[in-house]
């Protein structure tokens, strides 16, 4: 069975303690709707295994970020923003406003999307 920390949200839906509408699941990874979508596609992808942030990625872990990336188009496509773009971001630590502590990368669309910080 993958790692999990009991105090974490996203190992807690992982292991359907949790519920959450999920788009797309294996061994490895899980992606699923993000609760409060910042537009109108906003899905999270995340590792089956807790790693806190890209801070702790590691030659042990770093595994699962291809298998993360790979999934990416193709979940882009089924939720029709691959043609015209998206974003995928990684938020770390305190400035960089992650408010979970399980990695986990944003893909977000279905509109045009601002720069700014
Ligand atoms: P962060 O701010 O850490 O980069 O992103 C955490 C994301 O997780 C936020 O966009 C937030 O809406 C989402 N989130 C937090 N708790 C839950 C939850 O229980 N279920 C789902 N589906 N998303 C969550
Ligand atoms: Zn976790």
């Known amino acids: 069975m993958h790692n ?18 999920k788009i797309y699941e294996d061994e ?3 992606i699923f709707y993000d609760i409060n979508p910042v537009a109108p596609v906003h899905v999270l992808a995340i590792p089956k295994i807790h790693i806190e942030s890209l801070n702790s990625i590691n030659i042990d872990n770093i595994e699962y970020i291809p298998k993360i990336f790979e999934k990416i188009p193709e979940i882009a496509k089924n939720l029709g923003i691959f ?15 992650q408010s979970v502590g399980h990695l986990h990368f944003h893909i977000i669309g279905g509109r045009k999307l601002k720069w700014e910080f």
């Open 4 to 21: 999990q920390n009991n105090n974490c949200v996203f190992c807690k839906i992982i292991a359907g303690e949790i519920p959450s509408k």
């Open 28 to 30: 490895d990874i899980l």
């Open 83 to 97: 043609e015209d773009g998206y974003r995928v971001i990684t938020n770390i630590g305190e400035n960089g406003q």
